[in-house]
């Protein structure tokens, strides 16, 4: 393979037609090209994704209670799950190893007023660890402290926004803000990279609410993290843990989905990755068509410059070459051609997303980049393209009779 | 060294059928230059065709140095042309993008010598026909005696049992035909076994039997008094 006489001999076949195999080239080229863009903005997607994903933590379970849909452990189908602050506790307790932060979150909604200016607003009455959960931001103050909790103090952080509504060009921080007319103080501001939505809300103790509405341990949903250096299966394996202790304290059958809702972000990080592996295999599937059209054309020049060289064949066959030398050469050439080109693609493609991928920095779209598994799909691509272009030409150089050498045409 | 038994070809024209050779018999012994004559449609290339393993008979055999050339693969073909055969052609077919060294090393390259040893035996043929000089020339720098003599350069690299050359001198002026004849000649001379196929009576004279072929069969074989050409040189 690495033989100098080869490689001459497809240096100077190259030579003598520079037009015709620039042309087919170019389809090639093109074809990679094409592949390493589609693989790229598949890439960008998934950076995007991720961008938006991180957002929260991304070791974070959500748990949710429902309504059950199944009679189980002598209880009718249809009853109402209610977390209270004891299942807190003994998640706490049961996986003292594997829970990071764990808050429980009371949901409320509030006409929120300061001097002339009211809104309304969601309140998410929460435990301390509910900052490093959502991993909220405070530009100012601070968030909720144990402190807070424990003495049901009514304090407020509020969203950016909440706080350019309500206190203009005020510094809220120490001011009441009443919150269905029972005054809060402001002890942080905080924003989101999220979205805007986010920065429109207020959290305040959980307790605090537990004891304005009725003076209840009640708890809506329950998010923690946990160990961040968990391994996708790991984190599935515990969330399922999770579930399913959860199911048994509530009394819920194992398999009914209504009863309680478990959301962990593994998962969608697990369907993120399977979409665009779907992705990058349709990105590949279509590179392949395309690059039928230079494959063809490839093979349709080679077949050509076969039929030139038919008597230097007969020759070289006459002289002893075996079918196979004459086939390998063929191939060789074919393979050459197509990866070179190939290759001129890739790096066209690569210099465009070097200039242009930096300027996409949209939410659903960022980064797109070259990987070096994309440079190595391409290669395979361009080999197998490089064999089938040359299988024709191949064969009819084999066929070559050497017979032709004799004859003086 | 060759021995040719009742040896029958014909070609299909359509729906006719063309009897070329009509039973052939002949033999050459180790060391002798033979002339095949005939005029055109004698069959003569047909018969240096199937002596070269280029094509195949219908019927008859044929023995190379004790080996039955019969059904061969075209693999196992290639094997026994680059061993037993070394082919002198009309238009020399020298490769034209290759320098003289490595056109006459070519069919050591299908031996798998390694490349050090294909150029010392390239520049030894070279030298052996007189072109030492000429080795890093392409063909297209050389005359048409010189690009005959690095054709025969090439068909002796191999070391075959048989040169079989095809009208070597078709394509020169009778200089250098004489010239190239000289060559064959010598080479003859120390003990080479080369079949000549032509057409043109002097060249013959130069050989040192003439079999004449005439509508597929054998009119006349007879040896004959070797003219030398280095006279006329």
């Known amino acids: 393979m690495f033989d100098r006489d080869v490689w001459q001999e497809i240096f100077n076949t190259l030579k003598t037609n520079k037009l015709r195999t620039f042309l087919t080239g170019f389809s090639v080229g093109w074809a990679i090209f094409i592949l390493v863009m589609l693989l790229a903005s598949v890439n960008g997607m998934q950076n995007g994704f991720t961008g938006q994903f991180n957002d929260d933590a991304t070791n974070s379970i959500f748990i949710r209670p429902g309504t059950t849909s199944e009679a189980y452990g002598g209880f009718e189908a249809g009853r109402r799950i209610q977390f209270k602050n004891d299942d807190i506790e003994y998640i706490k307790k049961s996986f003292p190893d594997e829970i990071e932060y764990i808050s429980g979150r009371y949901f409320a909604s509030a006409t929120a007023r300061y001097k002339a200016e009211t809104g309304s607003y969601s309140i998410q009455a929460t435990h301390p660890d509910h900052q490093a959960i959502e991993k909220t931001l405070i530009t100012e103050g601070r968030y909720v402290n144990e402190a807070d909790v424990i003495n049901k103090a009514k304090v407020a952080v509020i969203g950016r926004k909440v706080a350019e509504d309500l206190f203009q060009k005020e510094d809220p921080l120490g001011q009441f803000v009443t919150l269905n007319n029972l005054p809060f103080r402001v002890i942080g501001i905080f924003t989101d990279d999220g979205d805007d939505n986010a920065e429109r809300r207020i959290y305040a103790p959980i307790s605090t609410y537990q004891q304005i509405y009725g003076n209840t341990n009640n708890v809506n949903s329950i998010s923690l993290t946990y160990n961040p250096n968990f391994d996708l299966t790991e984190a599935l394996e515990f969330s399922n843990k999770l579930e399913i202790l959860m199911k048994r304290r509530h009394k819920i059958a194992p398999e009914d989905q209504a009863g309680i809702g478990v959301w962990n972000y593994a998962e969608a990080f697990d369907n993120i990755s399977s979409f665009t592996a779907v992705l990058n295999g349709v990105a590949i599937a279509v590179t392949f068509l395309i690059l039928i059209a230079g494959i063809v054309g490839i093979g349709n020049i080679m077949v050509f410059t076969i039929k030139e060289r038919t008597k230097e064949i007969g020759v070289r066959k006459a002289l002893g070459a075996r079918p196979s030398q004459i086939v390998n050469l063929v191939i060789l050439e074919s393979i050459f051609i197509t990866a070179i080109s190939g290759f001129v693609g890739l790096i066209f493609a690569w210099v465009i997303l070097a200039l242009v991928g930096p300027n996409f920095q949209t939410d659903a779209f960022r980064d797109p980049s070259v990987e070096l598994s994309t440079v190595i799909i391409a290669t395979i691509i361009l080999i197998v393209a490089g064999v089938l272009a040359g299988l024709i030409p191949a064969m009819k150089a084999a066929n070559v009779k050497p017979i032709v050498a004799l004859s003086d045409k | ?233």
């Not at chain 2, 050779?21 to 018969?47: D, H, R």
């Not at chain 2, 094997?79 to 993008?97: A, C, E, H, P, T």
């Not at chain 2, 054709?151 to 079989?164: D, G």
Request: aromatic share 6%.
């Open chain 2, 1 to 233: 060294m060759i021995e040719i038994k009742d040896l029958h070809k014909s070609y299909k024209m359509g729906s006719n059928s063309l009897h070329v050779l009509k039973g052939i018999n002949f033999k050459v012994e180790e060391g002798e230059l033979v002339a095949i004559m005939g005029s055109s449609g004698s069959g003569k290339s047909t018969l240096l065709n199937i002596l070269g393993m280029l094509d195949g008979a219908d019927s008859g055999e044929y023995i190379l140095d004790g080996v039955p050339i019969k059904n061969l693969s075209e693999t196992k073909a290639a094997q026994y042309r680059n061993k037993f055969l070394g082919f002198i052609f009309q238009s020399f077919n020298l490769i034209n993008y290759k320098s003289a060294a490595e056109n006459v090393a070519l069919p050591l390259y299908y031996q798998k010598v390694p490349r050090k040893e294909r150029q010392e035996k390239a520049l030894k043929y070279l030298e052996r026909v007189g072109l030492k000089p000429w080795a890093e020339h392409l063909p297209s720098e050389m005359s048409g005696g010189q690009k005959q003599r690095v054709a025969i350069a090439r068909a002796m690299a191999a070391e075959p049992k048989v040169l079989l050359a095809d009208e070597p001198t078709g394509a020169l002026d009778s200089k250098t035909s004489y010239e190239v004849m000289d060559l064959i000649q010598k080479i003859n001379d120390d003990g080479n076994t080369i079949l000549v196929v032509t057409h043109e009576e002097d060249i013959a004279h130069m050989c040192k039997r003439i079999v004449h072929l005439k509508d597929g069969v054998i009119v006349e074989d007879k040896k004959i008094e070797q003219v030398r050409a280095e006279q006329y040189v």
